[in-house]
């Protein structure tokens, strides 16, 4: 039985020629969302509903000062309470933060 060259494994990878308008694309990128970091400070304070989104941890620590700060009195925030906010810190899809705006 002949094969199909069109079937093989070489002519499904190999590129065609320059210039062909069916040229198939070298690279394939698989579209993956930036990953979000996001922190509940109810998780700690717990009558706190406040959640807090940002693109790195370092952001989400300098907001969550900021919130200790005017939101809950603090002058000055401890060093465990850092450390217990970069434990609470968890990766989220930028889809996963659309279905809490609803």
Same mark, same amino acid.
């Given at each position: 039985?002949?094969?199909?060259?069109?079937?093989?494994?070489? %002519?499904?990878? %190999?590129?065609?020629?320059?210039?062909?308008?069916?040229?198939?694309?070298?690279?394939?990128?698989?579209?993956?969302?930036?990953?979000?970091? &996001?922190?509940?400070?109810?998780?700690?304070?717990?009558?706190?509903?406040?959640?807090?989104?940002?693109?790195?941890?370092? &952001?989400?620590? %300098?907001?969550?000062?900021? +919130? %200790?700060?005017?939101? +809950?009195?603090?002058?000055?925030?401890?060093?465990?309470?850092?450390?217990?906010?970069?434990?609470?810190?968890?990766?989220? &899809?930028?889809?996963?933060?659309?279905? +809490?705006?609803?």
């Amino acid at each position: 039985m002949r094969r199909n060259r069109f079937w093989t494994a070489q %002519a499904l990878i %190999a590129p065609r020629p320059v210039g062909d308008p069916g040229a198939r694309v070298r690279e394939i990128t698989l579209g993956r969302p930036p990953v979000m970091k &996001e922190f509940y400070c109810g998780a700690i304070i717990h009558d706190c509903e406040t959640r807090l989104v940002a693109p790195s941890e370092d &952001e989400i620590i %300098a907001s969550v000062d900021t +919130h %200790a700060r005017v939101d +809950h009195g603090m002058t000055d925030v401890p060093l465990q309470l850092t450390e217990l906010v970069r434990r609470g810190i968890r990766d989220v &899809e930028p889809t996963a933060l659309n279905a +809490h705006n609803d």
